[in-house]
């Protein structure tokens, strides 16, 4: 009995560092200096981003700025959404000691965070807040993931075929 447990407390230890490492991301924080960091002046980080940042938008009337700014604000918030739905899909599985669906869920969550890292170009392109509501908005998908995840695989993909399935739907209309 002592064995079982000594070997229990092992996996925990390991599965709780690999799960501290996968909430670290960078998703999230770009490294310092890059477009989009806190570091970069927003006129800096699009002139560093490629042509497609370079291209500032032309004078808008307030009306024009104020659906743009709806509009980029909307999708920016879905992919933080997407983004923290695979994290917690990634944590959740990692917690179950699933590491074949955490690595399946972390090579989805890349394709997520190029789009992240889009939006977040178009934002500031475009002079845009972001959402007032992220900090409900990342905790309530963060959550949705785990709880997923620890269901099981198939809840889990369930789940992310939905909200890629509603995420579509927006984009068509």
Not at 12 to 34: D, E, F, I, T, W
Not at 119 to 132: E, I
Not at 151 to 167: D, L, N, P
Request: glycine content about 8%; proline content about 6%.
């Amino acid at each position: 009995m002592t064995l079982v447990l000594a070997s229990t407390r092992g996996l925990k230890r390991s599965a709780s560092a690999v799960c501290r490492r996968c909430l670290a991301s960078s998703a999230y924080y770009p490294p310092r200096g890059s477009p989009g960091s806190p570091s970069t002046p927003p006129s800096t980080a699009a002139n560093s981003a490629g042509p497609s940042a370079t291209q500032s938008s032309p004078e808008l009337s307030p009306d024009e700025h104020a659906l743009i700014s709806s509009i980029v604000r909307v999708d920016q918030a879905g992919e933080l959404g997407a983004n923290w739905i695979y994290r917690g899909q990634k944590y959740g599985s990692l917690l179950r000691g699933d590491t074949k669906t955490a690595k399946q869920v972390e090579e989805m969550w890349e394709n997520e965070r190029h789009h992240l890292n889009t939006m977040a170009l178009v934002r500031a392109q475009h002079d845009v807040r972001p959402t007032a509501l992220y900090p409900v908005w990342q905790a309530m998908a963060f959550g949705l993931g785990v709880g997923t995840a620890l269901m099981s695989r198939e809840a889990a993909m369930a789940c992310t075929e939905a909200v890629e399935t509603v995420i579509g739907e927006h984009y068509d209309e």
